[in-house]
């Protein structure tokens, strides 16, 4: 499980302080921007929280020991990404974002998964 693992949690938490710093990566696909595609403050306060959750745990998934530390921090990116498909996949005001965003959150929660199979 290791090496893809810490791959994929290497890249979440890349990609998190990505939209932290620019959250329009996230709101932008999400449905989430302005007419004018800037980013409200409240978006930018929803997207620095998910932001921080999933750089922490993406951290985890790179530098937990082996054994259960990593399944826990492995399981939290799963979990996160699980509730992030229904919560998204059901909220969002645009009904094709909810699709897209869903779909992405899935699959990523399916690939952090299939990781553990992976040595």
């Known amino acids: 499980m290791p090496a893809l693992t810490r791959v994929l949690g290497a890249v979440t938490a890349a990609y998190s302080v990505t939209i932290i710093a620019a959250p329009r990566v996230l709101a932008k696909p999400c449905g989430l921007t302005t007419p004018a595609g800037g980013v409200t403050a409240a978006v930018r306060t929803l997207t ?3 932001g921080a959750r999933d750089a922490a745990i993406g951290l985890a998934m790179v530098f937990a020991p082996p054994g259960k530390p990593l399944q826990v921090a492995l399981a939290a990116r799963v979990a996160s990404d699980a509730a992030d498909a229904v919560v998204f ?9 909810r699709k897209k965003v869903a779909a992405f959150a899935t699959t990523w929660a399916a690939l952090c ?3 553990a199979l992976f040595r």
């Open 113 to 115: 998964a299939a990781s």
């Open 48 to 50: 620095a929280g998910i």
């Open 89 to 97: 996949g059901t909220s969002l005001p645009d009904r094709s974002a």
